[in-house]
């Protein structure tokens, strides 16, 4: 017999257990995970996090209570926690997606993020307390402790989030605005590689069976011939090809979706789209 689903808006049980212990083997991070049906009567996992057992089951509950008021009203408050924005937010990013204004990861990246670096950071703090200093110290925070490339996603988020929140009128100013990310280190400049090393290189995929079978030598001497990434090289088909002009349409790339597997689409910007001329 099927189980019943839960009432809309509502969540089952939830399991507590610990993900992280320090060098004496004590629990020092606790996971709390549980199913919620939201509005649309669709059930999903979520989890929270906390120093506590108990930390991490409130923090879920409230999660959970976030989740049913974003759904029940659009309507922020002063005193609304930042992680209710922050629901509403992603609900929009959320919808873009599926409209296809923006790239399928981007959702699952943002809701990522989220969940694990500013949620626990920042998610109960009133939209009212949420001043300058204060949003800067949870960016450091995802800068020092996770690295810059989250550190630069999560500011994003809370770019949106609070930019929906002064568009209620909840707030009157975007305290994220301010805030700049410095990095700890300088991006090293590419290179191309040399004759020898791409001799060398090639030398070495012929050699290997596995390499041969799966098309890398070619792969490479694409890739190497129209310096597109591997995901724009692996979206062409023969259709791309003028074989009158010799030239390509590199406007699709090829990306790996949660819940949908590998997904052909076009890329996500007009400057994306380039025609590339092929040698002989």
Known sequence: MARE???LGTWGNIAVRPIKRDCRGRAV?????GRYRDLGGRTRRVAAWGGTAGEAE???RAKFKARRIVAES???KSTDRVSIAAEL????VKDKVEHDALAPGTYDTYRYQYDKNLEPRIGEL????ATIPRVNKVIVKVRDEVGVASAKTCKSILTGTFGLAVRHGAISSNPVREIK???KSKRKRPRALEKEEREQWFELLEQDERAVRADLVDLCKFMLTTGERIGECLAVSWEDLNWTTGEIDCSHQIQRIKGHGLIRRRVKSPAGERIVGLPQ
């Open 5 to 7: 689903p839960f009432p």
């Open 58 to 60: 409130n923090n879920l």
């Open 181 to 183: 990310i410095g990095g």
């Open 126 to 129: 009133r939209l009212i307390e």
């Open 29 to 33: 991070k606790f996971e709390a995970s």
């Open 74 to 76: 659009a309507e922020l």
């Open 89 to 92: 937010f992603l609900a929009e």
